[in-house]
């Protein structure tokens, strides 16, 4: 049961639209991510967040911004898609030091949203 | 910055043989290593991780071992079944500004033919 929801899951739309990919999560997380996941496999940061009106940028430079206003919400937006912005965004939570992994980062991924720009 | 190498890329094994993925980390200071796998459509999810001090950490079919002073860690699967294909990521996490930074391998695609 996923636990961390993404929508859209698939969207297909042309250069110059403004998009916004929700990421929603139940389990009460601090710290939420986005990863970017090439059409091979790596996975890149893009953005993280500490908690509510905290926003970091992710090691690898990206044209999207994020918002974090309430602890479960964290959506990514873009405000004029191109096509080198097609990929897999996944968005992640996690509770750092708790759940019995004291000092271990543990990600809860939702399922990605898989974007095309034409 | 952390870097962390996994290899091989891709493996093809056939089901019943075992299957070895590979990673190496360049921090120290790293002290917790997660594997994730990820089937087609679904995210990355946590299958098994070890903390620095322990050595080797099993759970029925899945281990991995780690090698501090090399700077190595494993993932082994034994008796492996056509449900074990997919995509499997190492990772690294180290503290960097109070925080716990995770840091990916580039993933292993593997295929285990019925």
């Known amino acids: 049961e996923a636990d961390i929801y993404q929508t859209p899951r698939y969207l297909v739309i042309g250069t110059g639209k403004k998009i916004t990919l929700e990421c929603s999560q139940t389990?009460?997380?601090?710290?939420m991510y986005w990863y970017q996941q090439d059409p091979g496999m790596e996975l890149h940061l893009i953005h993280y967040?500490?908690?509510?009106?905290s926003t970091e940028k992710g090691d690898l430079s990206s044209e999207s911004t994020v918002s974090r206003i309430r602890t479960e919400h964290f959506p990514l937006t873009l405000e004029s898609a191109r096509p080198s912005h097609t990929s897999q965004y996944l968005c992640?939570?996690?509770?750092w030091g708790k759940g019995g992994r004291s000092g271990a980062n543990v990600l809860t991924f939702g399922a990605g949203s898989r974007l095309t720009v034409l | 910055g952390e870097n962390v190498e996994q290899h091989p890329s891709t493996l093809s094994v056939q089901e019943g043989d075992s299957a070895v993925i590979k990673c190496t980390y360049s921090?120290?200071?790293?002290?917790?290593f997660p594997w994730y796998k990820q089937e087609l459509g679904k995210g990355p999810q946590l299958i098994i991780d070890?903390?620095?001090?322990?050595g080797e950490k099993k759970d029925q079919r899945i281990a991995v071992t780690l090698n501090k002073t090399a700077k190595h860690f494993s993932l082994h699967i034994t008796e492996t079944q056509p449900e074990d294909s997919a995509v499997y990521f190492c990772?690294?996490?180290?503290?960097?500004?109070?925080?716990?930074?995770?840091?990916f391998g580039i993933g292993t695609k593997l295929q285990v033919i019925p």
């Open positions: 990772a690294a996490s180290h503290p960097r500004g109070g925080y716990q930074k995770v840091t």
């Open positions: 389990m009460g997380h601090d710290k």
């Open positions: 070890i903390r620095s001090n322990v």
């Open positions: 992640a939570s996690s509770e």
């Open positions: 967040s500490y908690g509510v009106n």
């Open positions: 921090d120290s200071a790293s002290n917790y």
